[in-house]
Nanobody, 120 residues
């Protein structure tokens, strides 16, 4: 089984910054795309950022210019640097990864999520 563990969430004032990390562990052969999603109470989960194995990135329009995602393939880790945070960025942030296991099976895995709260 693959486990994804997020860290770095917390409470921050508007305009502040947070850096989220997500480390994958398990019998991993390789990880293809990785990404970040978020979900606010009463709303559907939405894509925030995605990054390919070659570090090509895509961002939701609402975070372009403020958020940056990156990855360290040697560490099976993805990061989300969040700057100029707004109250609307509040939510539970989840990382995910498209993983090929050592036994050849490929599937999507999700972390448990980390709370990000942007408030004065």
């Amino acid at each position: 089984q693959v486990r994804l563990v997020e860290s770095g969430g917390g409470l921050v004032q508007p305009g502040g910054s947070l850096r989220l990390s997500c480390a994958a562990s398990g019998m991993i052969f390789m990880i293809n795309a990785m990404g970040w999603h978020r979900q606010a109470p009463g709303k559907q989960r939405e894509v925030v950022a995605e990054i390919s194995i070659r570090s090509s990135t895509n961002y939701a329009d609402s975070v372009k210019g403020r958020f940056t995602t990156s990855r360290d393939n040697a560490k099976n880790t993805v990061y989300l640097q969040m700057n100029a945070l707004k109250p609307d960025d509040t939510g539970v942030y989840y990382c995910n990864a498209d993983v090929r296991l050592v036994d050849g099976v490929q599937r999507e895995y999700w972390g448990q999520g980390t709370q990000v709260t942007v408030s004065s």
